[in-house]
């Protein structure tokens, strides 16, 4: 059966719209399956999906559609009235409501539609915004504010790069996997997928972005200004390594994520492993002479004696043993480094080289 709506073409006017002739196609779709029930409506859902995602794209509103549809469910009624004389009113008044029932869900999925294009289009200038704020060199200040004001974000002083240490959630749906703070740029299309997250020392995001990302291992880069995004993520990359061979804590024991702020020693430390190493082999060396276990009870005392300005008692009271024992241990560490224990930048690098020990072990066995 085809449907014929002469009237709604005069209502309509000359413009006789693209949206209104799919409103015409869609009545005559619905009055077909009123004959042949078998018949599936999908695909004209489907083309309503369509027609609102394409709106979205080319930045127009969904008023043209909806109008269409109000005149439609106008025509139609008039219509069924006019054709439907051997109806009763109950089965008249049944079938028009089953049409405004059916002019309501191609408006719902001409919603849907529109909606999940608007998604997709942020997401895209997110993603470009994203790519663009990580660049090295960066970006000049105008080009960034420029695609920022296209995007709709504010630019922020402070942010920081998130990276996940384990298998990241499955590929996003909406707004992304993670329910993310408001204004966190991501990526989940990239082999790497990073967030940017804006001002992450303010009030009240620290916990919500920690909230956000429980279950999920992950690296917090330190916070930086905005321009300097490409260091906080080369850091949070860093850390992930680290935490992957073990010198740093990986997250996977439910302690919450690993912020880089908190390990940035350890972080300069180790920025080259391989110097860390030659540090540590060559100030340490005297340590070769010992067994495996005496070496690291001598290792632990020097570190504490370094540290806490040569107090025997206070060393003694850190690691748990008896004064006496820690004097005996001064003698064989005196006997051991001799000269170095008196020059400053000696000691500097024995408390370096003591430090890195643990450090480094998972690396430089």
């Given amino acids: 059966m085809v449907l014929e709506l002469p009237g709604m073409r005069s209502e309509a006017g000359p413009a006789f719209s693209a949206e209104t002739a799919a409103v015409v196609q869609a009545v005559g779709s619905f009055i077909a399956h009123v004959a042949q029930p078998d018949r599936s409506v999908q695909p004209v859902l489907e083309e309503f999906q369509a027609i609102g995602a394409t709106a979205a794209r080319e930045g127009r509103t969904l008023d043209g559609l909806q109008d269409a549809l109000r005149l439609g469910a106008r ?16 089965e008249l008044s049944r079938v028009g409501e089953a049409v405004f029932c059916y002019l309501d869900d191609l408006a719902a999925a001409c919603a849907r539609g529109y909606a999940a294009a608007r998604v997709e289009a942020a997401g895209d200038q997110h993603r470009q915004l994203l790519a663009l704020i990580l660049a090295d060199p960066p970006p000049r200040p105008g080009q960034l504010a ?20 384990g298998p990241h959630p499955a590929a996003p749906t909406g707004a992304g996997p993670l329910p993310l703070p408001p204004g966190v740029l991501a990526d989940w299309t990239a082999a790497d997928p990073c967030l940017l997250v804006p001002d992450p020392d303010g009030p ?14 992950a690296v917090i880069g330190p916070s930086v200004p905005l321009a300097r995004a490409a260091q906080s993520l ?34 300069l430390i180790l920025a080259d492993e391989d110097l860390a190493a030659a540090l540590r082999d060559r100030r340490l060396a005297p340590l070769a002479r010992l067994r495996p276990a005496q070496r690291d009870r001598i290792a632990e005392t020097l570190l504490a ?27 064989q560490i005196t006997e051991l480094f001799g000269d170095q224990l008196r020059d400053p930048d000696c000691r500097f690098e024995l408390q370096l080289a003591l430090r890195i020990r643990p450090l480094a072990t998972p690396r430089h066995p």
């Fill in 75 to 90: 025509v139609a009624w008039r219509w069924l009235c006019e054709a439907g004389a051997a109806l009763d009113r109950r």
């Fill in 305 to 331: 004696w370094l540290q806490l300005g040569e107090n025997a008692a206070e060393v003694a009271q850190r690691i748990h043993v008896h004064p006496q024992t820690v004097r005996y241990r001064l003698r």
């Fill in 146 to 165: 420029t695609v920022a004001r296209a995007a709709n974000w504010p630019l922020p002083a402070q942010a920081a790069v998130v990276l996940l240490t």
């Fill in 234 to 267: 080369r850091w949070a990359r860093q850390a992930r390594a680290l935490a992957q061979a073990g010198a740093l804590p990986d997250g996977r024991d439910g302690s919450g994520p690993l912020r880089c702020d908190q390990h940035l020693s350890t972080l």
């Fill in 204 to 217: 009240g995001r620290p916990a919500a972005l920690d909230r956000a990302l429980r279950g999920h291992p």
